[in-house]
């Protein structure tokens, strides 16, 4: 079994900055790829960012085009944690944003059929 808690969220101004965090409980050894969604307000989730953690692309990272050159996926696999980096802020950022791990290799660039944290907010405002 595998639990992910995210924490990191908040209120920031356009421009600024923010990491995510999203420490792993479990049998980590299981995962083939870890990744954050978001949830916009009123609109559905999306993929954000996507990192391989086994397989031969171990170390790949995809990004969206909305945050691609803003943010950045990454882990310490000694601590268990997944983290997003996100610079340069902007108010369509605002959302819940959600990790997730999967033990297989998902369908698309985004890593999915696995599991889910419960998600922290976050607000860009203008």
């Known amino acids: 079994q595998v639990q992910l808690v995210e924490s990191g969220g908040g209120s920031v101004q356009a421009g600024g900055s923010l990491t995510l965090s999203c420490v792993i409980y479990g049998d980590m050894y299981k995962s083939y790829c870890l990744g954050w969604f978001r949830r916009p307000p009123g609109k559905q989730r999306e993929g954000v960012a996507t990192i391989y953690t086994s397989g031969g692309g171990a170390g790949t990272t995809y990004y969206s085009d909305s945050v691609k050159g803003r943010f950045t996926i990454s882990q310490d696999k000694d601590k268990n944690t997944l983290y997003l980096q996100m610079n340069d802020l902007k108010p369509e950022d605002t959302g819940s944003y959600y990790c997730?791990?999967?033990?297989?290799?998902?369908?698309?660039?985004?890593?999915?059929?696995?599991?889910w944290g419960v998600g922290t907010q976050v607000t860009v405002s203008s």
């Open positions: 997730t791990a999967a033990p297989d290799p998902p369908s698309g660039p985004y890593c999915t059929g696995g599991w």
